[in-house]
């Protein structure tokens, strides 16, 4: 739905609402399904019956653009296959995230299945140590080791100087990537890249995306056909659910192409011949369980990113390559303790960071922005913590470690504001900077930490009004707890898998009245439930994170409740259960 078709409604206790200005009827969809479906359908945009079904039914061979439209796969295709055959050293370079780790190993994978013996080798670099990216130290490494062909994923988009010294050491650099591209690109040997120009249909693939179309192309090339062999068929499914967990994880826009991948990619992960990905699902309490996209974003991505951040994700790339089965479980064990660590470091980071923000005044209405530094805070953890920073203050925040010197960091923004630009006006006091709109890292001398933190807040200032100061919750349509039946939801889950740009739908329920005092859930009380009927229907609702709101909703208020409908199951029964977002009290 276009914006224009929302109107700012008043606020919740949490959030600024943005409800449509119509309620579509569903008699213009009439697909038979549950009128509350049909309706979320057309205030989505889905007006077309054909097309409607067809995106709740989605087909895999229908939904993937041909690979050979991307700009310089073929010819990547084509060097790949002649180095893997010949036997020429062919070094995979990734990222330290799930993406590049993920696209490392469809790579890996594929070329192993074309050539059984190629020579191959992957290069993950330090996060800490090396930073993110190709580097002219880790060519000048790689080309002291032999390497023929260097492709990389995930990154080198920007890589100018590194694609030079590749060229000066004889190096066929094939770079593979999603992230903006540099003025004037880097003079690889090859460049694949989704948004490189308008010849490829759809330009927000992940890098996993992007390294599973080149492996695609790979297995035609090789068998010289359009249809592969049973077997090849079976790696590239297999390599799907990899993407699948990487177009999650990567948080890119989940429509067209990214939404195909994701959707079939997820329902292949319990069925792979993956040792490492069976591995990581039993390590996480996931084996045999359903994977959508909330395990693969909230339980498996985090897994596999608390590497790269506290250690070397080298490891990782190894339990998705050539880790036997024990040596696999070894990892995955090594991937939970270290997500524990991770957690347990964020949570102190964020303890301290909130504390300080608050005793700063930067968290008041005089202040719109949060700049933090700290000698203990660790740089590979700092990004997550300024997202729980933005979700308790709603306002941008960067938070660095400070060591020997010099600050080194990452950013967080909130819609309508434009972090990398705020940068640009503050580049004067900065060494380095990059990233986009809402995320950003950067690196500064400890010396300029002042002027630097007084430039930003006032930029802050001047560009976030008191409304962007709320976040904004859109509300789809409007339902009844009535509608909101099984059925329903069950219908509903056909739309995922949800995340950017294609979110769990939120409902609004008018009058909802309490039929008793909220009351407290969890440890420490942090969360609540709420007993409440409309009409003469009744409803168990739980709300997360909503324990300081507990005292607002005592037993006969009446109130409009912004809800995700999920399905819940307890000894075997499954019924509807929703989850409250916002509540707006009468």
Known sequence: MQQDQYAVAMHGLTHRWIEPKLNASPSALGIGWPPVVERLLLARGWADREAALQFCHPRLKDGLHPPSLMPDLDRA????????????????????????ICATAILFHVLRAIAPDARLSTYVPHRIDEGYGLSC??????????????????????????AARARARGI??????????????????????????DAYPYPHLCGAGVAFKLAWRLATMHQGSERVSSEMR??????????????????????????????FGLSRTKHTRLTGLDALLKAAGLDGQRIGSEEAGFTLGPRLNAIGRLGHAKA??????????????????????????????????????????????????????????DEDWHPGVVG?????????????????QREEGRCRGSGRSIDGFNLHAALVACAEHLDTFGGHDM???????????????????????ERI??????????????????????DAVRHLERLGPFGRDNPEPTFLLRDVRATSDAEPMGAQAKHMCVRVQQGTRQSRMIAWRWGEHREQIRAGAVFDVAVRAKLNEWNGCVSVQPQIRDVRLS
Not at 465 to 486: F, H, K, Q, R, S
Request: with cysteine; charged share 25%; proline share 4%.
């Open 77 to 100: 295709a084509e060097r790949l296959l002649d180095a893997a055959r010949a036997r020429d050293h062919v070094v995979i370079y990734g990222d330290y995230d799930v993406d590049g």
């Open 137 to 162: 130290e880790a060519i000048e490494h790689l080309a002291n080791d032999g390497a023929a062909v260097i492709v990389s994923v995930d990154c080198g988009a920007t890589a100018n100087e590194p």
């Open 172 to 197: 066929d650099l094939i770079i593979t990537d999603h992230h903006n591209l540099a003025s004037p690109l880097p003079e690889a040997y090859a460049l694949v890249h989704p948004a490189r120009d």
């Open 234 to 263: 079976e790696t590239l499914l297999d390599m799907l659910a990899l993407a699948g967990l990487a177009t999650i994880a990567d948080v890119v826009p989940l429509t067209g192409e990214n939404r195909i991948i994701a959707r």
């Open 316 to 373: 990782a790339v190894e339990l998705f390559t050539t880790a036997a089965p024990d040596r696999a479980a070894e990892i995955a064990s090594e991937l939970n303790a270290l997500n524990r660590a991770r957690q347990e470091t964020e949570r102190r980071i964020f303890d301290v960071a909130a504390e300080r923000a608050e005793a700063a005044g930067m968290t008041g209405d005089g202040s719109r922005g949060i700049v933090l530094a």
């Open 384 to 400: 997550i913590v300024c997202s729980r920073l933005i979700g308790r203050f709603h306002r941008p925040a960067i938070l660095m």
């Open 439 to 461: 995320a950003a890292g950067l690196a500064l001398e400890a010396s300029k930490l002042d002027a630097f933190m007084a430039a930003f807040l006032d930029h802050c200032n």
């Open 465 to 486: 009004g008191p409304e962007l100061l709320v976040p904004p919750l859109t509300i789809d349509c409007e339902a009844t707890l009535d509608e909101l039946n099984l």
